[in-house]
């Protein structure tokens, strides 16, 4: 089976090509649901938001995550804020957990200025990071709340959890629940995550800045609709899901996220002048 590198959602259909990384086709429909996961407690993740779009409000379908970090800032990746439009709603809805109806515990906020690491270049590269800050603040409570931030520089290990509606398909073809879910997944050190990328699709554009999880085993991982979505340990975001080999949950393939705790400075700087 050929493997490739693909961000992990995008709201546009991109070109594909031989190349060993490139986009993928996010279908903007539906929730979906991580390779491996199981369905998310109610409220389990109050953090959790869904970033949508659509032509108008009442149309806007999910196609990235995002953890709330403050009422009026949410932190997910760069590539989701590079795939949408100039036109239509950009919206975050949170105190979600069935993506397809509407729910009494949701708050929906249109966003009114996103900020993408500087450094970014888009696609599948490092500083997949970016910051969204919402018109109006979100309404604390059990069903919706924000999560800590890592220490500067720090370095996870052991195993964390992730959360989302990414699908479950260890195919080419998205099957896609709509309740969010969640693993447990082992941290992945950056000199092992690196050598299993090297022996499926050869150099890739893993960075320092990234953190990788397993299982090497192929039976869990993120995959497309998951992208922005939040990575914890101990109530704090550790990682921002970025990355990964297509087909999701491949033999030998870690997931990529983006490591936090290498981005505080500039999450404080944009939140402090914006």
């Known amino acids: ?45 109050p953090h959790q938001v869904s970033l949508q779009w659509g032509i108008a409000d009442s149309l806007s379908k999910h196609f990235c995550g995002g953890s709330i970090i403050d009422s ?19 919206l975050v809805k949170a105190g979600k957990h069935v993506i397809t109806r509407k729910e009494g515990t949701e708050q929906s906020v249109r966003v009114a200025k996103s900020f993408v ?21 979100l309404t604390l409570n059990e069903r919706v709340a924000t ?4 220490k500067p520089g720090s370095i996870p290990s052991g195993n964390v ?3 989302g509606w990414g699908s479950i398909s260890s195919s080419s073809s998205a099957i896609m629940p709509s309740s969010l879910q969640t693993a447990e997944l082992p941290v992945v050190d950056i000199p092992k995550c690196r050598r299993a990328l090297n022996i499926l699709i050869g150099s890739s554009p893993l960075h320092e800045t990234n953190v990788c999880t397993g299982s090497l085993k192929g039976s869990q991982s993120a995959c497309s609709g998951d992208s922005g979505g939040p990575l914890i340990l101990k109530n704090e975001v550790i990682g921002v ?6 087909p999701c949950g491949t033999g030998g393939a870690p997931s990529v996220y983006v490591r936090v705790s290498a981005f505080i400075d500039w999450i404080e700087s944009i939140i402090a002048n914006n």
């Open 1 to 45: 089976m050929t493997t490739r590198l693909f961000v992990l959602a995008t709201l546009v259909t991109l070109a594909r090509s031989d190349r060993p990384y490139g986009g993928f086709e996010m279908p903007i429909f539906g929730g979906t649901k991580i390779v491996g996961g199981v369905e998310a407690g109610q409220g389990q993740f």
């Open 72 to 90: 009026q800032w949410v932190l997910t990746a760069g590539h989701c804020i590079k795939a949408v439009p100039s036109y239509g709603s950009f």
């Open 117 to 137: 690491h500087e450094s970014y270049a888009g696609g599948v590269a490092p500083y997949d990071i970016a910051l969204v800050k919402l018109r109006t603040p």
């Open 147 to 150: 999560i800590g931030l890592p």
């Open 161 to 163: 959890i992730l959360s």
């Open 241 to 246: 899901v970025s990355w990964g080999i297509f």
